[in-house]
């Protein structure tokens, strides 16, 4: 075999080899994996945490339930609320759940102090958010059934919030109302609140 006739040879055992058994062609491949890290959701939540304070006339009262009001006098409801809202580009609402208002009962002759006595009584509903960065919320001034309110905007940014926000509600039992208010009763009970997502 000459010299010639060996390179041909070595030459066809090369591309044998290269087009792997039964004549198919196969293409060199490999495989690796993405190494982009976890993406992870944020949170948003509410709930109360700790008792309601009540004020009457700037005094601390301990038990709301046996305590008796008068015209004249000023009521202060402070509850605290938990609040967690975690997301690098989240943006968020608390305020007021403005349809519960409707739901207060109304004056049922000397039974309930209702909406009407209520409204009478300027009421107001605020947010005091002394336990978050002043850089990660604003308070804007609303008004629900004639009834002034607050929104507190949080904006967590990527360090997150994570703290204690107090709702406050103010109420004065309006000067010369009628002998039927007398052992009534006013029912905040189904004032509810909203902590949603804007943005």
């Not at 010639?4 to 090369?14: D, Q, R």
């Not at 909406?115 to 009478?120: F, S, V």
């Amino acid at each position: 075999m000459n010299k010639f006739t060996k390179a041909s040879i070595a030459s066809g055992a090369a591309i044998a080899l290269l087009l792997g058994g039964a004549g198919t062609l196969a293409y060199w491949n490999d495989s690796a994996t993405v190494n982009a890290g976890i993406v992870t959701a944020g949170e948003l939540s509410l709930e109360s945490t700790g008792s309601a304070v009540w004020k009457v006339n700037n005094q601390t009262i301990t038990d709301p339930a046996t305590f008796r009001i008068v015209p004249g006098d000023t009521l202060v409801l402070e509850q605290p609320l938990h609040v967690i809202a975690k997301g690098d580009n989240l943006k968020a609402d608390l305020h007021i759940d403005y349809n519960s208002l409707v739901d207060v009962p109304r004056n049922a002759q000397g039974n309930t102090l209702g909406m009407d006595i209520l409204n009478a009584g300027n009421p107001s509903f605020a947010f005091a958010a002394g336990g978050l960065s002043a850089a990660q919320y604003t308070v804007t001034s609303d008004q629900a059934y004639g009834i002034p309110t607050q929104t507190l905007s949080i904006t967590p940014g990527a360090g997150g919030v994570d703290g204690v926000v107090t709702a406050i509600v103010t109420f004065t039992f309006p000067s010369g109302s009628g002998n039927g208010t007398m052992d009534a009763q006013l029912d905040l009970s189904k004032i509810g609140l909203i902590f949603q997502q804007t943005a």
